[in-house]
């Protein structure tokens, strides 16, 4: 009952293109390829470093007067 042989495998690949069809899986795998190169992409991106890693994040700024979606508020502690 070790691993399974060829027969087994071509039995597996049958019963799948039976259940989904060729042109199913053939979108399946170009939407999988897609996806990976996306990723490698995107992991070629993050290593070339498009944002400076030794550049800390923006903090935000006290003077946001202007803005009418900012709401200051000041945390207090009972007494």
Request: hydrophobic share 40%; proline share 4%; aromatic share 6%.
């Amino acid at each position: 009952m070790g691993s399974f042989s060829i027969w087994h495998w071509l039995i597996v690949l049958v019963i799948v293109l039976l259940v989904f069809g060729t042109k199913k899986l053939k979108n399946m795998g170009s939407d999988l390829g897609g996806a990976v190169k996306g990723f490698k992409d995107g992991l070629k991106d993050g290593a070339n470093g498009t944002a400076d890693a030794t550049t800390p994040p923006q903090q935000v700024g006290a003077n946001k007067a202007g803005d009418p979606n900012t709401v200051d508020v000041e945390a207090k502690t009972k007494s």
